[in-house]
């Protein structure tokens, strides 16, 4: 059965849909150094991030937006919010703590939201796939699972090297849209008490 929710999932001191994207590889910027090394100083982080993945991703990025266009779809943001259909143990726990936000498919707006399996950074880059620089919109969930079938939804032994992986772990859902996540934004600020 099809997931009727998304979900994002955000390091537990950090604010949700934070982007390294909106960094643009700003060396000088200290958050961007903390995220390319955090693995090596906070225990159960286990996140990697290399500039060739940086680089890589930037240019995946463009693509999936410049094919979802294309099909169509009107992205009102330069790079999306990430989410995973339904909940994924696989990107849960590959950080220790992580939190999780959801977001029922019935409240997304169909022409800025894009579906890609598995994760859209291999399915821009992983030539020889079936699933190759395809993108979907959310009402053709059905069609892409037909296709793929829905992920196992287990948790690893490690996640050591999971960037070898082909990250069929998960279907991953983009929202181009800043609407969509602006108030869990704005609740988590209240939250903090900062507005």
């Known amino acids: 059965m099809i997931p009727d929710f998304i979900s994002h999932y955000y390091l537990p001191d950090r604010q949700p849909f934070l982007s ?40 995946a990025e463009s693509k999936l937006k410049r094919l979802f266009e294309k099909k169509g779809g009107t ?48 399915a821009m880059t992983a030539k020889g796939k079936d699933y190759y620089e395809k993108v979907y919109f959310i ?11 829905l992920p196992r939804n287990e948790r690893p032994e490690t996640y050591e090297k999971y960037w070898l992986g082909d990250f069929e772990e998960y279907i991953e859902v983009q929202v181009w849209d800043d609407g969509v996540v602006e108030p869990f934004k704005r609740q988590w600020l209240r939250q903090q008490g900062t507005h």
């Open 20 to 59: 390294l994207s909106d960094l643009k590889g700003d060396l000088e910027n200290p958050v961007f150094l903390e995220m390319l090394n955090k693995h090596k100083t906070t225990p159960g982080y286990n996140r990697r991030y290399g500039m060739r993945y940086l680089e890589m991703r930037s240019s």
């Open 75 to 122: 992205p009102k943001w330069m790079s999306p919010y990430y989410f995973v259909l339904g909940t994924s143990e696989w990107f849960r726990h590959i950080n220790s703590g992580h939190k999780e936000l959801r977001v029922n498919l019935k409240d997304l707006p169909r022409d800025s939201v894009s579906v890609t399996f598995p994760d859209s950074f291999i």
């Open 139 to 149: 009402d053709e969930l059905e069609e892409l699972v037909n296709l793929h079938g």
